[in-house]
């Protein structure tokens, strides 16, 4: 019973939503409302690839795509160094303090996504924080342009995504055999050595799936690249929701979005594989 329940839940809100996106992407677009022509009707099978043979054969899509993977990336990796650095803080705290640690990690889940780039547009603006505290240490002569660009991005998206890395990773130390790491001591090698040659491939596969969580979602992000990244970056996400609300192609933005999930299914399995292996 439990099991049919499951996959009922399974159909219907992956299964069926992920087959309408893929029959859209074989629609025609049309001026109605829905604005698109079903691939099948009654007289049959009247759909077109004109869609996918749009974003194949436009660079556009295609520099767009390898954009975002790229930003997706360099974020995963930033995280997964931050979030390594201060997993083994919280693992390595009393027992008594992990909790606390654990809970600060999770703090900024506790307002609004919105709000939190706010936040970081109010840092980065030109009369924001950053360059009024630069402006009255003498640091600088005029505000710096930090808003909208690629390092105002990449800020917000690792802000956004750290957490991502740092719970798998504190999970993952907080098993370590400490008697290991001593023997190891013992035996006369350095930190950095009982670091590189114990702990770290002790937490290989934890940090493996950490960059996997962050680059995931990362590489279809959308609100972070709107309200922080410069208006000539487009990324993938922004394409879509471009091509959703904009043109009004769903057509398109539907063989966007099942390019990029198809893309995206050889790390989401990578990383059950290694959540498995955890």
């Known amino acids: 019973m439990t099991r049919g329940v499951a996959w009922l839940a399974l159909l219907a809100l992956v299964a069926a939503p992920l087959a309408i996106v893929i029959g859209m992407s074989f629609s025609t677009p049309d001026a109605g409302v829905p604005p698109v022509v079903p691939p099948l009707g009654r007289a049959g099978w009247q759909g077109s690839w004109d869609s996918w043979a749009l974003i194949f054969a436009d ?27 201060m997993a083994l803080g919280i693992a390595s705290a009393r027992p008594a303090w992990q909790p606390a640690l654990l809970a600060l990690v999770l703090l900024p889940f506790w307002t609004g996504f919105v709000l939190r780039l706010t936040a970081w547009v ?47 990773l504190a999970a993952a130390l907080a098993r370590r055999d ?32 950490a960059f996997l969580l962050v680059f995931i ?45 198809a893309l995206l299914l050889v790390p989401i399995a990578l990383y059950q594989r290694l959540s498995v292996l955890k």
């Open 59 to 85: 660079t556009f899509y295609l520099d767009t795509l390898l954009r975002s993977l790229r930003l997706a990336a360099v974020t995963a990796g930033l995280c997964l160094l931050l979030g390594f650095a």
């Open 178 to 209: 400490l008697a290991v790491e001593e023997a190891a001591a013992d035996l006369g090698a350095r930190p950095m050595t009982v670091f590189l040659t114990v702990t770290l491939p002790l937490a290989a596969p934890a940090a493996a799936a």
């Open 122 to 168: 109010g840092l980065l603006r030109d009369h924001g924080w950053i360059n009024a505290m630069l402006l009255r240490l003498g640091v600088i002569a005029e505000p710096l342009p930090l808003l909208y660009s690629d390092g105002a991005l990449l800020a917000g998206m690792v802000h956004s995504y750290l957490p991502f890395a740092v719970l798998p």
């Open 217 to 261: 979602p990362a590489a279809g992000e959308v609100v972070i690249p709107e309200m922080l990244g410069a208006p000539d970056s487009m990324l993938i996400g922004r394409a879509i929701w471009g091509e959703f609300f904009q043109t009004r192609d769903w057509p398109t933005a539907a063989a966007l979005s099942t390019a990029l999930l």
